[in-house]
């Protein structure tokens, strides 16, 4: 995105900023290489919390400052906004404190997706902020007061950008390491203030060198751009609240994991859970063979299901399927089948594949699955997959379920 492209920029303007997160961390964060345990990634973003207070405090008396010596209301309004922000680092910092609270009886499951509330909280602050600097900068095209210029100014403001481009930085980088949208909204705020500070000191610029006033309208393309970083950060955190589908590469550990065991033969119906960061409940349906020793594979999946719990955390619950692979007839129609839609959509897979011979016909049972928003509804897709299947010498019926893929 326009966003997370601009990081790699930010890199090299805060170049050795990053040692003083790395040095805090080391001296208040026992264990801080080992971000897997709750209590280490909370203490993380406590720590960057308080950082981030400590630095829009330190802003918000210096553009107060600028602000009274410019006598410019961009500047002043910039010192609130800071003002403001120190209170949403107090949002991102209760909310990592609110989740860390243990499970009770009225939520099981823990408290973990208090922190996506607090990351929405500050996108709406972020909005808040947008909506009042494009209120300010249309009655400031219709009064255009004149900003004034100074040497101690022009420096306030060029620190007050490098503090923002550095907050932004440690957010964005602390926040993807501990998966924490609530940093990740802390980070685009920062951005979207940098920016902001920078449209100011530009404007201020122009008129000191050319007394032409452009102050109004930077701030007006300012107000869009926070804007719209308001609306991405907000979007980002209502996913998980509403339930996203997990990570690609999630999904590929889970696989890994699950068929690593010998008499597993395929997995589907994944469905991963998300209560919070690092409290994650997983259930899918796991193939062995029918044939097979039902006491040894019940023990197959008892390890699978211990594996998955310590490696990622979370609560695993694994449903055994058994399938038929000793009948050469039913082996040699589900091949046939799996042609079949294939052929109709290389996209669509197929699970629980039982064939029942009666007098008269061979009822072919099995379920597949589909996309979200498939091109085809599901009365049309099972129409299509009966006549395919009706046309398979043997007088053979087709019995679908479809169901929907919930992971990517």
């Given at each position: 995105s326009f966003l997370s492209e601009r990081f790699s920029t930010l890199v090299s303007v805060t170049t050795g900023g990053n040692k003083l997160i790395k040095l805090l961390s080391k001296w208040f964060i026992k264990g801080s290489e080992n971000i897997e345990n709750p209590v280490v990634r909370a203490a993380y973003?406590?720590?960057?919390?308080?950082?981030?207070?400590?630095?829009?405090?330190?802003?918000?008396?210096?553009?107060?400052?600028?602000?009274?010596?410019?006598?410019?209301?961009?500047?002043?309004?910039?010192?609130?906004?800071?003002?403001?922000?120190a209170g949403s680092s107090i949002v991102t910092l209760l909310g990592f404190k609110i989740a860390e609270q243990k499970p009770d009886p009225d939520h099981p499951f823990g408290h973990g997706r208090y922190e996506y509330i607090s990351g929405l909280v500050v996108s709406l602050i972020i909005l808040v902020m947008g909506f009042e600097l494009l209120k300010t900068s249309i009655e400031k095209i219709i009064t255009q007061p004149a900003p004034e210029g100074s040497p101690l100014v022009f420096i306030i403001l060029g620190i007050s950008i490098l503090i923002k481009c550095y907050m932004a930085f440690y957010n964005h980088k602390y926040g993807k390491k501990i998966n924490s949208t609530a940093m990740k909204a802390t980070a685009f705020d920062s951005l979207s203030d940098s920016v902001s500070t920078f449209a100011v000191l530009i404007s201020l610029l122009v008129y000191t060198l050319f007394k032409v006033n452009i102050d109004a309208y930077a701030g007006l393309l300012v107000s869009l751009f926070i804007l719209v970083t308001g609306y991405k950060s907000a979007k980002e955190t209502i996913s998980p609240l509403l339930g996203q589908p997990p990570s690609e590469e999630l999904v590929k550990k889970i696989e890994h994991i699950v068929m690593s065991y010998e008499g597993i033969l395929g997995i589907h119906d994944l469905i991963v859970h998300d209560y919070g960061p690092g409290r994650l409940v997983i259930s899918l349906h796991a193939e062995v063979s029918a044939s097979g020793n039902i006491l040894e594979l019940h023990d197959v999946i008892d390890n699978a299901e211990r594996q998955l719990k310590e490696?990622?955390?979370?609560?695993?619950?694994?449903?055994?399927?058994?399938?038929?692979?000793?009948?050469?007839?039913?082996?040699?129609?589900?091949?046939?089948?799996?042609d079949l839609l294939h052929e109709i959509d290389p996209?669509?897979?197929?699970?629980d594949f039982r064939m029942v011979t009666g007098p008269t016909h061979t009822n072919l049972i099995f379920d597949i699955i589909v996309p979200f928003k498939y091109r085809m509804s599901d009365s049309e897709l099972n129409a299509a997959i009966c006549k395919s299947v009706s046309q398979i010498p043997g007088n053979y019926f087709a019995v679908v379920q479809i169901d929907k893929s919930y992971v990517m």
């Open positions: 973003g406590t720590l960057c919390g308080v950082v981030g207070i400590c630095f829009n405090l330190i802003l918000f008396t210096i553009k107060l400052i600028a602000g009274q010596l410019s006598r410019s209301i961009a500047i002043t309004a910039d010192a609130f906004n800071n003002l403001s922000d490696e990622l955390s979370c609560i695993a619950v694994i449903h055994m399927d058994p399938i038929v692979t000793d009948d050469e007839s039913a082996v040699e129609a589900k091949s046939k089948v799996l996209v669509i897979s197929m699970h």
